[in-house]
């Protein structure tokens, strides 16, 4: 009880302290379109992998391409966990428990725990920010991190999900998103070792 407690309080604080009149427009954007704001940071990672070379002579493409499918495969896994977790945890959502909440999108009908958009989010930017460690500089991999972040947040923001319920999304999405980049990564080593072997 004492963590459900401290679990409003958070949410009724960043519900209500931080609002302001930028974040009430920013915020139901990056929770409906954010993860559009991805798509220049894949636009110039492809071209960063096509102009870039390994020792080989080899450009990086297919492996950004690979980086790109392991990241689109990680939100479909992330999805079916997301589904299956809340229909088994069963929380309602906090503006359909807690009063005085500042609504200003419509409250969903799903349950709330985990978050969907942080699962998600950060299963698809993971692969990106560790498959392509290569070829694109630490300071552009860090965007697409810091724009999961924001629209993690953007949840707690508009009152419809408990921070808890982000961080287990958040810390889920990570898992699988670095589970599978490890696996392809493993499963790719041992190609190019037969290759060579």
Same mark, same amino acid.
């Given at each position: 009880?004492?963590?459900?407690?401290?679990?409003?309080?958070?949410?009724?604080?960043?519900?209500?302290?931080?609002?302001?009149?930028?974040?009430? *427009?920013?915020?139901?954007?990056?929770?409906?379109?954010?993860?559009?704001?991805?798509?220049?940071?894949?636009?110039?990672?492809?071209?960063?992998?096509?102009?870039?070379?390994?020792?080989?002579?080899?450009?990086?493409?297919?492996?950004?391409?690979?980086?790109?499918?392991?990241?689109?495969?990680? *939100?479909?896994?992330?999805?079916?966990?997301?589904?299956?977790?809340?229909?088994?945890?069963?929380?309602?959502?906090?503006?359909?428990?807690?009063?005085?909440?500042?609504?200003?999108?419509?409250?969903?009908?799903?349950?709330?725990?985990?978050?969907?958009?942080?699962?998600?989010?950060?299963?698809?930017?993971?692969?990106?920010?560790?498959?392509?460690?290569?070829?694109?500089?630490?300071?552009?991999?860090?965007?697409?991190?810091?724009?999961?972040?924001?629209?993690?947040?953007?949840?707690?923001?508009?009152?419809?999900?408990?921070?808890?319920?982000?961080?287990?999304?958040?810390?889920?999405?990570?898992?699988?998103?670095?589970?599978?980049?490890?696996?392809?990564?493993?499963?790719?080593?041992?190609?190019?070792?037969?290759?060579?072997?």
């Amino acid at each position: 009880m004492m963590i459900q407690s401290l679990d409003a309080r958070l949410l009724l604080f960043v519900n209500h302290e931080t609002a302001n009149g930028f974040f009430d *427009v920013l915020m139901p954007a990056l929770s409906l379109s954010g993860y559009l704001l991805v798509i220049p940071f894949l636009l110039a990672t492809l071209l960063w992998a096509a102009k870039r070379k390994r020792e080989t002579g080899r450009t990086y493409l297919p492996a950004a391409i690979a980086a790109l499918l392991i990241a689109s495969s990680a *939100v479909f896994l992330a999805e079916v966990t997301e589904s299956l977790l809340k229909e088994a945890i069963a929380r309602p959502r906090p503006c359909r428990v807690i009063e005085g909440i500042r609504l200003i999108i419509a409250c969903p009908r799903s349950f709330s725990m985990p978050s969907g958009h942080a699962i998600s989010s950060f299963a698809f930017v993971l692969p990106l920010y560790y498959l392509t460690r290569d070829y694109v500089a630490a300071h552009w991999r860090l965007y697409p991190l810091l724009l999961a972040g924001a629209i993690a947040f953007s949840r707690i923001y508009l009152g419809v999900h408990y921070p808890t319920d982000v961080l287990a999304g958040t810390i889920l999405g990570i898992g699988i998103g670095m589970g599978l980049s490890l696996l392809y990564e493993t499963a790719a080593g041992k190609i190019v070792k037969r290759k060579t072997g």
